[in-house]
């Protein structure tokens, strides 16, 4: 690790070092541009892990500063006016498309409540009905609050125009219910009064009698008083 300091040393004829004097090294040491002396007690003295972890450091920063410039070049090559062009361009289209997609959300909440509008509504055919819903549409009525503002007295007016009033089917009053048939009450033995006869008075018959001789002969005309 000392090789560097043989440069100091005179050789020898037999190859070993000459020596030298303080005075000598030192004046040497001045002199050697490759050698730097350094006072521990100054703490001039690194050491190699501080050394390489310094060197470490400049490398990152110098990686840094590599980046750097590459991106402040990037930006110098860039046309600013194409720039803002394009995000002009971009601002146009996001708020084209945000205007669209909202009144496809109005176009289609308006046609629901319009089909909940004529839910009570009945007509002759899908044809009038059709008819009826386009008359509707050509006046735009204002949807507020949940209602067509004019509808319903706009629809009073058509059913009673002449040339509407047909597509409307107008629905017939329930009949009258017919009332329901009373039960007969069930047949019962007629008794026909009994006429005196001339003459004799006939004898009379009690009720056990009567029913065994109408038994007898069903024909029978019995008579009872």
């Known amino acids: ?16 070092p000459e020596a030298l004097t303080f005075e000598e090294l030192t004046k040497k040491l001045g002199e050697a541009k490759d050698v ?15 050394f390489d972890s310094k060197e470490t450091e400049l490398t990152g920063v110098k990686t840094q500063l590599a980046d750097a410039n590459k991106e402040i070049q990037s930006y110098k090559d860039m046309d600013i006016e194409k720039i803002k062009q394009a995000a002009a361009d971009w601002e146009k289209k996001y708020n084209d498309e945000t205007a669209a997609l909202n009144q496809k ?13 004529f839910r009570d509504y009945k007509f002759t055919s899908k044809a009038a009905a059709d008819g009826v819903k386009a008359e509707f549409d050509k006046h735009n009525f204002t949807f507020e609050n949940g209602k067509f503002l004019g509808a ?10 002449d040339d509407y009033k047909a597509a409307f089917a107008v629905e017939e009053p329930a009949p009258e219910p017919k009332p329901e048939p ?22 009379k018959m009690g009720l056990a009698e009567l029913m065994k001789l109408k038994n007898a002969d069903p024909n029978a005309v019995i008579t009872y008083d």
């Open 152 to 161: 319903e007295e706009f629809i009073k007016d058509l059913m009673a125009n």
């Open 105 to 117: 959300i109005a176009d289609n909440e308006r046609a629901y409540n319009r089909e909940l509008f």
């Open 36 to 50: 730097k002396l350094a006072n521990l007690a100054d703490g001039g003295y690194v050491s190699k892990e501080k």
């Open 182 to 203: 009373q039960p007969q009450p069930a047949n019962r033995p007629y008794f026909a009064p009994q006429t005196p006869p001339a003459g004799k008075p006939k004898p």
């Open 1 to 16: 690790m000392y090789e560097y300091l043989k440069k100091l040393f005179g050789t020898k004829e037999d190859g070993t």
